[in-house]
């Protein structure tokens, strides 16, 4: 009977819980369990016949377990400000109980629930409290309850059996709840190898401020799918945490990473080039161009080894600003037969459409106060314009209006100073209106005597070449230089003091060695008041000859005995090599040593009458080892009687 009794008193259990009942929104409850030791009853009940009855029969000891905690609740950690909630509480029937949710900055209770829990023949029952969408402000609240009614709170808590807990309600992350919430954008992961999480962007626009929240701070993301990492499809939960409260679900993509371009550059008005680096796990790549004010449109596509592109499409407008983007493809592991791109650039790289700029030939010395700029031929040139820069500025030194002139000779100049020119294409727009390239290559140059333009190296004979050149207008002078083969030194051999003398004869070269000459101009001027000597350019690969016998000349005569041939005698000669030739047979060479004198004689006594013969004549000069040829001669003929 009193065991019955004791189990008729059992306490009445209360677990609060939480149903949504707008969208993808969940709240997880915090479950707080109180210990036998808070399972004290109230005053006012049957506890001290329970008492009684217990002194006397001290066979059948209490069970705190049994008697348990008068209330015991769930409160969630925090709500959505706005949702309509629903509190589900398990209580035992015929049991009054209360709770009372309490503002904890004002200390007002904002709702209040006392009840009476029905008759029943089930032990537990239970019951739902609902917390409508506008009763619960954002704030921070207490939630208190016990069994009994209003005034049994103070017992309750006295006696132990009184339980709180804490309760926030927070501002929706989502927008169907909560119109200062934007609607939420979600970018793609990149590729890691490892698990990755999508970017999320929400913004708060409450009291018009425009505040971005910030994961980590007001919300936090978990991948909720089995693909956490493999390039494909995912989904994500959005979880409000600090002053947001809701969850959100969303899909994304695990994409590979952007391409990074490295250049846009517009190589023509028909034509832009792009170019980026290789993106890891990339399959191939799309290449996207807008205008100012429209839309990104693919225009071309790579496979993914190759990391440029030329865009030729039509529709190019020279003066106009286009934008480009690169994006990655890859085959999707999560999808088959689909793909999944990189985040695409919203902004793009811009590349403005103008002629490509010219290219510079050379700055070159035409006297000692000109200089001669040319450019290669622009194919869409409408003409150039040439600046001079100095003191890091331009100015413009002349406008070229015909597209096929590509040189100008500046005039005027000071000799023995540098300046420095540039130049740009121009081309019309629609309008008529002049679309300049970007500037060519700066190019600079000393004002002096033009490089000599080399003319011949002659053997004049075995120990000397005579060097040839042309006059330089404004030279005072020239300076002779020479190299033997193979070597990278020039060395001065001689120096020429008069401008109009353009013959050099060197002396000392060795018989049969090569050589390269070269000449430099120089002329004497004033350069800020002091005088000096100024240098032309010079041919860096020269003109190149040998020292060898030179040149001869040789007479015949037919007589009795056969053909009388007389070779004036080439200077350092040591002998002849006499080539003849009978009608079609081959030529035939017979070695003839030099005579002393202005002449060497030879008879060519093996000729037949009625006969056509072809002779010439190569000098040589012996030396320690070998025979040293020297020029061909003319060849000549002659038909015997």
Known sequence: ????????????????????????????????????????????????????????????????????????????TRIESGVSCVMEMTITPNTEYTVQIVDKKTGRVSKSNNNISKDSKESILKINIDIGKEELAIGDYEVRYWAGSYAKYEEAVAANVAASADLAVRNSIRKAVNSNMSDIKVVNAVYTGKSVVPQIILKDTTNDADYQLVNGKDFEITV????????????????????????????????PQAPAITGVTCVSTSSVKITWNQSANAQGYAIDRKAADG??????????????????????????????????????????????TSVPNEIGVAVKIQPAAPEIVSLDNVSTTRLKLSWKKSEEADGYRIYKIADGKKTRVRDINNADTTSYTIKKLSCGYTYQYCVETYKKDAAGNRVYSNESKRVKAKVA?????????????????????????????????????????????????????VT??????????????????????????????????????????????????????????GVLITIANSEGASGYYLYR?????????????????????????????????????????????????????????????
Do not use: H
Not at 231 to 251: F, H, Q
Not at 509 to 525: E, F, I, L
């Open 224 to 255: 909720i799918s089995d693909n956490k990492k493999e390039l494909g499809k995912a989904k994500a939960e959005i979880k409000g945490i600090g002053n947001y409260a809701g969850t959100i679900e969303v899909d994304f993509d695990i994409v």
């Open 295 to 340: 839309s990104f449109v693919n225009v071309g596509q790579t496979d993914g080894k190759t990391t440029s592109f030329t865009d030729t499409t039509p529709g190019l407008l020279v003066g106009q600003t286009y934008y480009y983007r690169v994006q990655a493809r890859a085959a999707s592991t999560t999808d088959k037969d689909k793909e999944v």
């Open 1 to 76: 009977m009193k065991k019955r009794l004791l189990c008729s008193l059992l306490v009445c259990t209360m677990v609060f819980s939480q149903a949504v009942t707008a969208g993808a929104t969940t709240v997880s409850d915090n479950t707080v369990e109180s210990s036998a030791e808070e399972a004290a009853e109230p005053a006012g009940t049957e506890s001290s016949e329970i008492e009684a009855q217990q002194a006397v029969e001290t066979d059948a000891p209490l069970d705190a377990e049994t008697i348990g905690q008068m209330v015991v609740l769930d409160v969630p």
């Open 504 to 561: 050099f004869q060197d002396t000392k070269a060795k018989t049969g060695k090569k050589y390269a000459y070269t000449v430099k101009a120089y002329t004497k001027t004033k350069v800020n008041g002091k005088t000096k000597t100024i240098y032309s350019k010079y041919d860096t690969k020269g003109i190149t000859g040998k020292a060898v016998p030179a040149k001869t000349v040789f007479a015949m005569q037919q007589n009795a005995k």
């Open 449 to 501: 005597p033009a490089m000599p333009q080399l003319v011949s190296v002659t053997s004049v004979k075995a120990t000397v070449n005579e060097l040839k050149w042309k006059k330089v207008s404004g030279a005072t002078g020239y300076c002779i230089y020479r190299k033997e083969s193979g070597s990278s030194k020039w060395k001065r051999v001689g120096t020429i003091r008069k401008g109009t003398t």
């Open 581 to 641: 030739k009978k009608g079609d047979e081959k030529w035939m060479r017979r070695d003839v040593p030099a005579q002393n004198g202005d002449f060497t004689i030879y008879l060519d006594r093996d000729i037949t009458a009625a006969s056509s013969y072809q002779y010439y004549i190569v000098p040589y000069t012996q030396t320690e080892t070998s025979k040293i040829r020297g020029a061909k001669s003319e060849t000549q003929k002659l038909t015997t009687k």
